[in-house]
Antibody
């Protein structure tokens, strides 16, 4: 059974940093691209960042709203995805989900999601 | 960036009703579109990918159609467990973008 378990969220002051982790199990983590998607309280979904899977190094992508402040990474030996969040702003307050890419369809859809972790940035 | 616009933002319906939600992309995305269902306090669930491909385990009352810029999610006969918020997502290019959501309520 595929499981994604986020951790590392909490309350942080504006300008601070936080690192989220997403522990994966039930599938061959290294072979799948992964993403972070967030949802501000009472709002819609916003894709944040993605990292490729497979061999040959990991390519990354970011939403403009977080580019230069957030860093996505993965440790395939630990089956874990990370999101390093720096220079946090009040508008980064959201539930953050890690999500696994649906395989074999040539584009990025998300077939499994974690339960989400709340990040609150106080100003 | 590709903007995704959903309509309506909310719809009131009854059990047994046919419900249609539309999603429009700001530029052509071929069939690179997904639909998700989200219930309060829960993570989204993938219903449909590639515009019309139903995910395993998703009831057949859900269907998707469209290509290019205009897409539709249809629930043929609304069930009590279908009251939720639905999102479309374009997968043609990064940054991936979602529609604003459609809340289906009684």
């Amino acid at each position: 059974e595929v499981q994604l378990l986020e951790s590392g969220g909490g309350l942080v002051q504006s300008g601070g940093s936080l690192r989220l982790s997403c522990a994966a199990s039930g599938f061959t983590f290294s072979t799948y691209a992964m993403s972070w998607v967030r949802q501000a309280p009472g709002k819609g979904l916003e894709w944040v960042s993605a990292i490729s899977g497979g061999g040959g190094g990991s390519s990354t992508s970011y939403a403009d709203s977080v580019k230069g402040r957030f860093i996505i990474s993965r440790d395939n030996s630990k089956d874990t995805l990370y999101l390093q969040m720096n220079s946090l702003r009040a508008e980064d307050t959201a539930v953050y989900y890690c999500a696994k890419r649906l395989p074999a369809v040539g584009a990025t859809y998300f077939d499994y999601w974690g339960q989400g972790i709340l990040v609150t940035v106080s100003s | 960036d590709i903007q995704m616009t959903q309509s309506p933002s909310s719809v009131s319906a009854s059990v047994g009703d046919r419900v249609t939600i539309t999603c429009r992309a700001s530029q052509g995305i071929s069939s690179w579109l997904a639909w998700y269902q989200q219930k309060p306090g829960k993570a989204p669930q993938l219903l449909i990918s590639v515009a019309s491909s139903l995910q395993s385990g998703v009831p057949s009352r859900f269907s998707g159609s469209g290509s290019g810029t205009d897409f539709t999610l249809t629930i043929s006969s609304l069930q009590p467990e279908d009251f939720a918020t639905y999102y479309c997502q374009q997968a043609k290019s990064f940054p991936l973008t979602f529609g604003g959501g459609t809340k289906v309520e009684i």
